[in-house]
């Protein structure tokens, strides 16, 4: 198949069905508020600060920003929700007093305190390694590279940093979100989320760097490294070599050859497939893997030599973090729930047992699920006449849509989330 | 020094003490180094109290200086040393050194560290400032110093450690145990305790537990240093305005912590008339858009491209050089490694001072471009406030920057009227009109200036006038940065300035 065929363009295609109104009725009648209210009052009993001094962030219109915005409970989260309808929905710290109130506060007094460690990874960022789309398009084939970013991550924050509470959401365009919800994880500061950032963060290195993974031997050793290069194995041919074929011209094989750390394996190399162009990614990969582990077994070879095979593959398929939205308690993050506002997609959960399972072309759009509740002429304007029955109508609509799947997800994460241990209601701290 | 189960250390019990002079393992300084667990007795003439403290921050500042500039990790060594020999030596037990010198010098050393600990108790940029470079500091000697003085200071620290045994260490960790040397004594504490060390990917991590070699005690000993350090300041700060009744010792603690504020600005415009160290202090200068660019900046420790390109050409117009131009947003990005900067963003800043790509002298960019091309995107902050900020956001911007409601009014009234250039002439007008009145010279006269066509106009208009307008010290006054600029790399604590966002 060609780039053109497989390569789907998720830009712009839905732009035109976000509008105010449009928006209206999604946050009115399909909006998951109950569970996401539960999900960060951490199943208090009663709304607690964890809520109440949550900041949330609201792009509305023509891109204006709402910062600390904040809501007192849920019925005033949700009649503001509906009524200013944000084409995006921020979600910041947790604060030592109500966001709402923060102009009028001396600084210093209003700091972030709390927040769930969130990572962000967006297949921009792989555009250097995949060969079948660049910048904003995504297809089934690259996809397969988030799935195995979620696969390793997920492991090493489970059983390395010892969280259990972590949400998966689809990005609504090319990426996905991690939500580390555990209250260890939410506690943590600046130079710990800092320090967790960089335990995850195996690729380092600019365009022009030929080898951007350097581990010494040891590492092999290492539970992290080790775990994640038998995740790796078990997609690289099918991913990297068959999809992507990243050895399939001399531009793409030239790039791998660079990060070998001896000239003379590379000169062969390099004129070896230039005889034979057409040989498969996945021949030339065991014709290099074998030369390249001859050489190493010779007396004064170099060690990079030793462990080039796995470095490559961690270079090629280790996940890419996108550092900054880690590292800062205070920085703000896209909302599950929330519609792209670019492909119109809705941001859904993804469910641990569905990482390699999960289609992003199927998630419903904006305009789609408009179709579904209105009984297919999608015309906001018939919405109007079932005012009356509000809730009615909000209770079967969420239940027949297509995003019936995605809120169950959801649900059964909030419901296994435990409360804090230091929870406050919002009356004993509220001042 | 460690939990009963610990091991025994190695050499004979008194470490390097064991050396010293009978005079000196009496005295209160038998070791060399100090983690500064108790205070000093203060029977400190004024005169030593200040001399201590200033010789210290020369200390503290080199450190500053050597990571900013410093060519490698030796180079830092070598500054470093280099500044403690002249401000605060301190000699091993070893040296031949009259037992008098040793102590003392260890007595300056411990009571400078408690004089700038309650100096830089006063906000929380001078806390951050003085929490990091105490830590370079006593990381730094812990480096430099021998064994014995090591196990010293590590005794005296008293960390809790649990000692992994040897058939622990093979049931828990199985294949990872591999991962370090077959002999290496290890311990498990919490990752949060050893972050650097998480950080590099140089221990196991086993369900939020970390195994740390003993060769890498010195990050527990530094962890538990930084966070007993903070505790501190914290007492501190609540304890400071009580010393306001001792009126001999409170301007030397507040002169000693602004003394973090560097040279003065001297001219406009001439290239290399502004260093790093002094873009903080003249803020207070600039036009509202480049104000709300550096507030941003210092924020974020990032500005996307187009806040890159409008805020570094200004700067770049003001006098600020290449070389300074480099030292200064490697520090203002202060999250991002050095390979990442000279990576991503160096090149750029070469390249506005005409040293790549074309070559081509970049001259500051002018309101009108401001204001008509390229308007930001969501989270970009270039622009011109009174252009691209939303009527309240303008307001709440106007009234930082201590205008009157009146003035505010008025100002938002223009630029809402679509008059954005004499709003910037109206806000710098009002500028100046408050600070003449601030200067009791007579301010019922209106102050006319000419049309703002150019950020760089704003600024030397501003600068210009508050240079002609007073005395030297007036002046001084003016400049003094509201922030010290050794906390530039530092979060401020000001509300106004947003976080940064995310977009996927
Ligand atoms: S008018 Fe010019 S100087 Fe004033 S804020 Fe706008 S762009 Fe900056
Ligand atoms: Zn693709």
């Given at each position: ?11 712009d ?6 509008s ?6 999604y946050?009115?009648r399909?909006f998951p508020?109950?569970?996401y209210?539960?999900w ?5 009993p ?14 509305i ?6 910062r600390y915005q ?9 009649r503001?929700?509906?009524r200013l309808?944000?084409?995006k929905?921020d ?5 030592t007093?109500?966001p ?18 969130v990572f962000?990874?967006?297949m ?20 397969r590279l988030?799935?195995i ?27 996905v979100?991690?939500w ?18 960089g335990?995850l963060s ?5 365009a022009?760097?030929g080898?951007?993974?350097n ?6 050793h ?15 041919e ?12 001399r531009e793409?094989w030239m790039?791998?050859?660079a990060?070998?750390p001896d000239?003379?394996?590379?000169k ?8 034979r ?7 030339k990969?065991?014709?290099m893997v ?7 077994s010779?007396?004064?070879a170099k060690?990079?030599l030793?462990t080039?095979?796995?470095d490559m593959?961690?270079?090629y398929?280790y996940?890419?973090l996108?550092?900054?939205v ?7 993050l896209?909302?599950p729930?929330c ?13 641990h ?21 209105s009984?297919g ?5 018939a919405?109007?006449?079932?005012e009356q029955?509000?809730?009615q ?6 239940s027949?849509s ?9 649900e ?15 009356q004993s701290?509220e001042? | ?18 050396a010293a002079p009978?005079?000196?393992?009496r ?8 983690v500064?667990?108790?205070?000093p007795d203060?029977e400190?003439s004024?005169?030593e109290?200040e001399a201590?403290a200033?010789?210290r ?17 030796e180079?830092?060594r ?7 020999e002249k401000?605060l030596p301190l000699?091993?037990n070893?040296?031949k050194?009259?037992?008098?010198q040793?102590?003392?010098e260890r007595?300056k ?10 100096a830089?108790s ?7 400032w003085?929490?990091?470079y105490?830590?370079?500091?006593l990381?730094?000697?812990f ?10 200071l590590?005794a005296a620290?008293?960390l809790?450690?649990?000692h ?5 260490r093979?049931?828990?960790?199985g294949?990872?145990?591999?991962f ?6 290890l ?5 949060e ?6 950080s590099?990917l140089q221990v196991?991590l086993q ?6 070699p003993q060769?890498e005690?010195a990050t527990?000993l530094?962890h538990?240093?930084?966070?007993r350090l903070?505790r501190a ?14 009126e001999r ?11 973090t ?7 406009t415009g ?10 903080d202090a003249?803020s207070?200068?600039?036009p509202l ?11 974020d ?6 806040g ?5 050409l ?8 290449l ?5 200064y947003?490697?520090r203002?990005?202060?999250n991002?490694?050095?390979d ?9 800043i ?5 040293m ?11 309101c009108?471009?401001?204001i ?13 406030p009174f252009?691209h ?9 106007l ?14 009234e ?10 910037c ?6 500028k100046m ?6 200067q009791?010279?007579t301010?019922?006269t209106?102050?006319h ?7 760089n106009q704003f600024f030397d208009?501003?600068?210009g006038d ?6 030297k ?8 940065p ?5 906390a530039?790399?530092?979060?401020p604590a000001g509300?106004q ?8």
């Amino acid at each position: 198949m060609t780039r053109e065929e497989t390569a789907m363009e998720l830009d712009d295609d839905e732009t035109a069905e976000l509008s105010p109104m449009t928006l209206g009725v999604y946050y009115r009648r399909l909006f998951p508020h109950n569970a996401y209210y539960k999900w960060l009052n951490y199943n208090a009993p009663a709304t607690s600060t964890e809520f109440t001094h949550r900041e949330f962030s609201f792009t509305i219109n023509d891109g204006i920003y709402l910062r600390y915005q904040s809501f007192k409970d849920m019925g005033e989260f949700q009649r503001e929700l509906t009524r200013l309808s944000p084409s995006k929905i921020d979600i910041g710290a947790i604060f030592t007093a109500v966001p709402k109130h923060a102009k009028s506060l001396q600084p210093g007094v209003f700091r972030p305190v709390a927040k769930e460690l969130v990572f962000d990874i967006d297949m921009t960022d792989y555009d250097e390694v995949r060969t079948c789309c660049q910048g904003g398009s995504i297809c089934s084939k690259c996809w397969r590279l988030m799935v195995i970013a979620m696969h390793v991550l997920d492991r090493a924050l489970r059983e390395d940093f010892g969280f259990s509470q972590i949400m998966w959401v689809y990005s609504g365009r090319r990426g996905v979100h991690c939500w580390v919800c555990d209250e260890r994880a939410r506690q943590l500061d600046d130079a710990a989320r800092k320090a967790v950032a960089g335990y995850l963060s195996i690729v380092r290195g600019g365009a022009e760097q030929g080898k951007k993974v350097n581990l010494s031997q040891r590492y092999s050793h290492h539970p992290h490294i080790a775990r994640s290069i038998e995740i790796i194995e078990e997609y690289f041919e099918d991913v990297l070599l068959v999809d992507q074929e990243i050895l399939l011209t001399r531009e793409r094989w030239m790039k791998v050859l660079a990060a070998l750390p001896d000239e003379e394996l590379r000169k062969t190399l390099d004129a070896q497939w230039s005889r034979r162009p057409d040989r498969s990614s996945v021949e030339k990969w065991s014709e290099m893997v074998d030369i390249v582990e001859k050489r190493a077994s010779k007396r004064g070879a170099k060690f990079a030599l030793a462990t080039f095979e796995r470095d490559m593959m961690l270079q090629y398929a280790y996940p890419r973090l996108d550092e900054n939205v880690t590292t800062h308690l205070n920085h703000l993050l896209k909302s599950p729930f929330c519609i792209h506002p670019k492909t119109g997609r809705v941001c859904t959960p993804i469910a641990h047992s569905q990482f390699d399972s999960f289609d992003p072309f199927a998630v419903p759009t904006l305009s789609q699920l408009l179709k579904e509740i209105s009984g297919g002429n999608g015309d906001p304007a018939a919405d109007k006449s079932q005012e009356q029955s509000q809730e009615q109508s909000q209770r079967s609509a969420k239940s027949f849509s297509s995003l019936v799947g995605y809120v169950d997800i959801f649900e059964t994460f909030v419901a296994s989330l435990s409360p804090s241990s230091n929870t406050h209601t919002s009356q004993s701290l509220e001042f | 020094m460690f939990s009963q189960n610990a091991p025994k250390r190695e050499g004979g019990g008194f470490g390097d003490a064991s050396a010293a002079p009978e005079v000196v393992r009496r005295s209160r300084y038998p070791t060399r180094l100090s983690v500064y667990a108790d205070p000093p007795d203060l029977e400190v003439s004024i005169e030593e109290f200040e001399a201590f403290a200033l010789d210290r921050l020369q200390v503290l500042r080199s450190i500053e200086d050597a990571q900013l500039r410093a060519k490698g990790e030796e180079d830092i060594r070598k500054r470093v040393n280099e500044a403690l020999e002249k401000h605060l030596p301190l000699h091993t037990n070893r040296s031949k050194l009259p037992p008098r010198q040793l102590v003392a010098e260890r007595r300056k050393d411990h009571v400078s560290h408690f004089i700038l600990r309650l100096a830089f108790s006063r906000t929380e940029e001078l806390r951050g400032w003085f929490l990091r470079y105490e830590c370079a500091l006593l990381k730094h000697r812990f480096k430099e110093a021998d064994i014995a003085e090591k196990q010293e200071l590590l005794a005296a620290a008293k960390l809790k450690l649990e000692h992994l045994s040897p058939a622990a260490r093979e049931t828990r960790l199985g294949n990872a145990s591999l991962f370090y040397p077959p002999q290496e004594q290890l311990f498990e504490v919490d990752f949060e305790r050893v972050l650097d060390l998480v950080s590099h990917l140089q221990v196991v991590l086993q369900g939020g537990r970390a195994f740390v070699p003993q060769s890498e005690v010195a990050t527990l000993l530094l962890h538990e240093f930084r966070q007993r350090l903070t505790r501190a300041l914290a007492v501190c700060a609540k304890a400071l305005p009580q010393m306001g009744e001792d009126e001999r010792l409170l301007p030397v603690l507040q002169n000693l912590s602004s003394q973090t504020a560097r040279s003065e600005y001297q001219s406009t415009g001439a290239a290399g008339a502004v260093s790093a160290d002094n873009v903080d202090a003249l803020s207070s200068g600039f036009p509202l858009c480049m104000q709300h660019l550096h507030t941003q900046l210092l924020k974020d420790h990032h500005l996307r491209h187009g806040g890159r390109m409008q805020f570094g050409l200004f700067l770049k117009g003001i006098g600020l050089g290449l070389q300074e131009a480099l030292v200064y947003w490697r520090r203002a990005f202060g999250n991002m490694t050095d390979d990442q900067f000279q990576k991503g963003y160096a090149y750029n800043i070469r390249h506005n001072y005409g040293m790549e790509g074309k070559r081509a002298d970049y001259t500051p960019y002018s309101c009108h471009r401001i204001i008509m091309s390229n308007p930001p995107g969501p989270g970009d902050h270039h622009g011109c406030p009174f252009r691209h900020f939303s009527t309240d956001r303008l307001r709440a911007a106007l009234h930082r920057d201590r205008l009157t409601d009146a003035e505010v009014r008025e100002i938002a009234e223009l630029a809402g009227a679509g008059h954005y250039q004499v709003a910037c002439t109206r806000h710098l007008e009002v500028k100046m009109q408050h600070r003449k009145a601030q200067q009791q010279q007579t301010s019922d006269t209106e102050t006319h200036i000419s049309s703002i066509a150019s950020p760089n106009q704003f600024f030397d208009l501003c600068i210009g006038d508050c240079k002609s307008n007073g005395s030297k010290q007036s002046h001084d006054r003016d400049v003094q940065p509201v922030a010290p600029t050794a906390a530039a790399s530092l979060p401020p604590a000001g509300l106004q300035k947003g976080p940064a966002y995310s977009y996927s």
